[in-house]
């Protein structure tokens, strides 16, 4: 049971880590388990010696952004602390939340095996109009375990596509509208080309 607990007379949720910019879906339509995470969240912000970040998120209809920070063990490559921040609605803070609980102690193989329908289980189940924030939970957990190869590891694009494949036209990529990962790709792909340092 939360410690806290929001309900339909909660006003928006507004903090530095997370703001929600809308009213969607009632909040009758969330679980239990999604409201408790939210009100009870405990990884907010940047964890001490983060040395991985993403953002992913969409701007169609309202700006909704998800950013993960991660502390990541360099010589096990194992999580150690992931923090988050989450703007627009209570899914996105909801799957942000529950990625910064969920990632520490995992190695990146175990982070990059997480699935959409294992985050909307232990989220109680999202409304069916804010499914796609599952999506944005994968990709930044894709993000930033590529941020990660790329900025501290150094790899080549290769290398990185075959860490985390890319299919630059698939589903995922394209209901993604902001990612930092697709941006880190096509500047390392420019380094590579000798067109930036």
Known sequence: MAKQRLTQDTPFLRTPDMYQIENDAPITEYADATLDLIADAVNCGIPDGANAFCSVGKEKRGTVQMQLFARIDPDTETFEEVGFRS???????????????????????????????????ELGGLPKSRIYTLVFGIEAVRA???????????????????????????VNCLLTENCSLRDERVDQEMRELGEIE
């Open 87 to 121: 703007h627009g609605c209570l899914a996105a803070i909801g799957c942000a939340a529950l990625l910064a609980n969920k990632l520490p102690g995992k190695t990146f193989e175990q982070a990059l095996a997480i699935t959409k329908e294992e985050l909307d289980e």
């Open 144 to 170: 930033l375990i590529g941020d990660y190869c790329l900025r501290i590891k150094g790899y080549s694009l290769a290398q990185l596509t075959q860490e985390i494949p890319c299919d630059y036209m698939c």
